[in-house]
């Protein structure tokens, strides 16, 4: 007869090798036998909240209801290199939208994304709404809670007996005394059931419970950072920066934690001043020296205000600490792409990111890209293929069909290329680009009613990007309508102000203008 | 083939002035490199996708369960 395990044992072995369904389910046998195995109880909302647990320090979604109630701007027009909502405010010299794209928000593409960086900053409310929903621009959610209420009420509904905790039934006050318990209890509220407010009243209660525990054993228990973090990072999620901002600073006052660092440039990344973010990293940085997640955090400030030399700096700091940084090396790789070095962002992808064992679409596509450029076209294409296979969505296809049109053009095969980029909207019918480069196509061709359709779609689809603007305008003046040329130039202007052909096509315009 | 070779020249004028008109051409949008995505995200996304995944299997379920008493 076989010796069975203690079950109480088993669901420990279960947790430590990650295996958190079987160990929840242990649990819950083993607290149907005696509900009041407070070892179990603990045990089964720890492997609860590992199953959704989202590393807090990168989940930064801001929604349209955040961007538009915004109560915590001081100025409207911030001073340049102030402000990380002003694309255009860094004296750093970014990348001209001429050699490098831009995102819907007005900055240059970026080598590596984030939850945080997926959801630019619009302008306008018009312009929020109006961006098409796809994984690659910059539409924000439309509230930054949606998508925690979401995966918690997946989590409710795959359970047929209804939540585990039921948290209007738990009395906080007393699971706050008993500090091995109220830990697992935070976190489990906090990342699974993703109740802020009762998480914030437990800590009122909390905060009573400490009153009490303070007045019995001196001001012991007054002095646990850990707690301070955690009410922090609830105000964080209900908007309330400037308490959570007073709660990571008294944190910090008892215990030097990075993360807490983390946290509190975050709470100035929101509140819109990245100057105070960064002195922050910085003085991190005099107690941890060399921490590569400030050095990171750094790096992505400076990049997010357009100032890509510094950022580059930084990135190669972090590459000196932790030298398998994929952020860093897609970063650095990707500036020296648009820096006109192919070569080397080739050196970086392969010989760092694919021997370490990155393998997916985007990298592929990457390789592709750089070989191409760099002149090794025996890699090209089958770099591209196995990009295609790994595609994992319509979006991810379509991305790497339009450039593999890049390719055809490149090689000058126009048909191919035109076929690339008809696949391309195939898949993915929001690409302005796409759009705006078959209308060049189509006008080599001589299909102007069909160039002009092209470019009016992609114009309205990416209002942000100058290419169409720019070649609508060239059309127009050639057609002979002066009008809409004006206006698309105009446009063209507003979204790359330095571009000298638009500002030629103006000055002729004027001058047109000015002898009727 | 050295008499092809010799037959063709380039000219390149030493004296005088050398202008281009300059014509606006049409510019292509520029080839992306993708970014990749964080560990973070990753996650992120395969979490959504297995809880989207779940619903559905739930509802198809509650579905059966309708279609059965009939």
């Known amino acids: 007869m076989a010796v069975t395990m203690d079950p109480l044992f088993l669901a420990w072995s279960y947790f430590r090798r990650r295996k958190f369904q079987q160990c929840s389910d242990v649990c819950s046998k083993i607290l149907q036998d005696s509900p009041y195995d407070q070892a179990a109880w603990s045990l089964k909302t720890r492997a609860l909240t590992e199953t959704v647990y989202i590393d807090e320090v990168d989940v930064d979604q801001e929604g349209i209801a955040e961007i538009m109630l915004d109560e915590s701007a001081i100025a409207q027009v911030a001073r340049p290199g102030t402000s990380l909502r002003i694309p255009g405010t860094s004296q750093g010299g970014g990348p001209s939208p001429a050699v490098r794209p831009v995102t819907q928000s007005g900055r240059p593409i970026t080598g590596f994304v984030r939850p945080s960086t997926q959801s630019g900053r619009p302008g306008t409310m018009e312009q929020a709404i109006r961006t098409p929903r796809t994984a690659h621009t910059a539409r924000p959610v439309s509230s930054s809670s949606g998508r925690f209420v979401r995966l918690g009420t997946a989590s409710m509904l795959t359970n047929p007996d209804g939540p585990f905790i039921n948290l209007s039934r738990l009395n906080l006050a007393k699971y706050a005394q008993k500090p091995n318990l109220s830990k697992t209890l935070f976190e489990y509220i906090f990342h699974h059931e993703n109740d802020i407010k009762n998480v914030s009243t437990q800590f009122i209660s909390k905060t009573h419970a400490l009153d009490l525990a303070a007045m019995a054993t001196e001001h012991a228990q007054f002095k646990d950072w850990w707690w301070k973090v955690q009410l922090g990072k609830c105000y964080y999620r209900l908007g309330l920066y400037r308490e959570a901002e007073k709660q990571f600073r008294s944190a910090l006052n008892h215990q030097e934690v990075v993360d807490t660092y983390l946290y509190l440039a975050k709470v100035y990344q929101r509140l819109d001043q990245p100057i105070t973010a960064l002195t922050l990293f910085k003085q991190g940085l005099d107690h941890f020296p060399g921490e590569v997640t400030l050095l990171t955090g750094i790096a992505r400030i400076h990049e997010e205000m357009n100032n890509v030399t510094s950022a580059t700096e930084y990135y190669k700091d972090v590459l000196k600490q932790d030298n398998t940084h994929v952020e860093a090396i897609a970063c650095i790789g990707s500036n020296h792409f648009y820096g006109d070095q192919p070569e080397i962002a080739l050196r970086f992808y392969r010989s760092r990111l694919l021997q370490m064992g990155v393998y997916n679409c985007q990298l592929y596509n990457n390789l592709g890209l750089c070989c191409f450029y760099a002149q090794q076209y025996d890699m090209t294409l089958s770099s591209f293929e196995r990009a295609l296979s790994l595609a994992a969505s319509d979006e991810e296809t379509a991305d790497v069909w339009y450039n593999l049109g890049h390719v055809a053009v490149g090689i000058g095969d126009l048909t191919l290329a035109y076929q690339c980029f008809k696949l391309t909207l195939a898949n993915n019918n929001d690409h302005a680009e796409a759009y705006n480069n078959l209308a060049v196509l189509e006008l080599r061709r001589g299909r102007i009613e069909q160039a002009k359709a092209f470019l009016q779609t992609a114009c309205s689809i990416a209002p942000h990007m100058y290419e169409p603007h720019f070649n609508m305008a060239t059309l127009s003046e050639k057609v002979g309508d002066l009008q809409s040329s004006y206006m698309a130039a105009q446009k063209s202007e507003d979204a790359f102000p330095e571009h000298v052909d638009t500002q030629q096509i103006l000055k002729n315009l004027r001058q047109h203008f000015a002898v009727l | ?70």
Do not use: N, W, Y
């Open chain 2, 1 to 70: 083939m050295p008499e092809v070779k010799s037959s063709f020249r380039e000219v390149l004028p030493k004296q005088g002035q050398l202008s281009v008109e300059d014509i606006p051409t049409l510019v292509l949008c520029k080839p992306k490199l993708l970014p990749l995505k964080s560990v973070t995200l990753e996650k992120l996304e395969k979490m959504q996708r297995e809880a989207q995944e779940a619903i559905r299997q739930q509802e198809a379920m509650q579905r059966e369960q309708q279609h059965e008493p009939k």
